[in-house]
């Protein structure tokens, strides 16, 4: 297997363009995770989805964030409009377990909006 | 709510040292603690778990942490450090909330091995 595959590497955009985000996720991971990483704040997760479907999205830091897993082995973070507040590095992870805490982490992306 | 501690911004050791990379949990309940590493420009990766049993439990690439009930703690360690091992390290533990399915992470921990 791949691996968790995430598009693209990197991104720069101008503030108030939309931005999507891709995740591939592992096949047979029935559990999707869309963290972000900053300096200032760490690893927060956004959202999760368990066989599709949303289960948390307390993360979300506000409307202008959506995210979508449309079937199993796709999903997008999408965020419009963008703000310079908005560059982080941006992580899928799956998992099949995820009582027992083993995701796998995707490489990220990083987001720079200018 | 669950979370974890790392007190350390950075740890630097020498190649050959034994390494400690410190973390402290607080949950309700029995705590389900983790450690992840990653190495730049990459995802995270899963190098060990504790849920119950042995407090010594080991992982992958030679680390092994150790489960302090009585000081809360879920400490990281390696006998003889590896340049290799330089990267940023993170604890974890699981997130009582919407059925235990989410990882809370620390702030992570650099560790800088020199030759």
């Known amino acids: 297997d791949a691996g968790v595959i995430q598009s693209p590497r990197h991104e720069v955009t101008e503030m108030g363009q939309e931005v999507t985000l891709r995740c591939k996720p592992i096949?047979?991971?029935?559990?999707l995770f869309w963290y972000r990483q900053t300096m200032m704040r760490g690893l927060e997760l956004l959202i999760y989805f368990n066989n599709n479907v949303p289960i948390d999205d307390s993360g979300m830091p506000e409307d202008r964030f959506s995210a979508k897993m449309p079937n199993a082995s796709f999903s997008t973070l999408k965020i419009q409009p963008s703000e310079p507040r908005d560059s982080a590095v941006y992580f899928c992870?799956?998992?099949?377990?995820?009582?027992?805490?083993?995701?796998?982490f995707g490489s990220g992306t990083r987001l720079t909006v200018v | 709510a669950q979370s974890v501690a790392q007190p350390e911004d950075q740890v630097n050791v020498a190649e050959g040292n034994p390494l400690t990379v410190k973390c402290t949990y607080s949950v309700s309940g029995n705590p389900y603690l983790f450690w992840y590493v990653q190495y730049p420009n990459r995802g995270l990766q899963f190098l060990l778990k504790y849920i119950t049993g042995d407090n010594l439990v080991k992982g992958s690439y030679g680390f092994e942490a150790e489960f302090n009930k009585s000081q809360t703690s879920f400490h990281l360690k390696k006998p003889s450090a590896l340049v290799s091992d330089s990267a940023l390290y993170f604890c974890a533990v699981r997130d009582r909330g919407t059925g235990f399915q989410k990882l809370v992470f620390g702030t992570g921990t650099r560790l800088l091995v020199s030759p």
């Open positions: 992870a799956s998992s099949n377990k995820p009582g027992l805490g083993i995701y796998t």
């Open positions: 096949s047979g991971h029935d559990y």
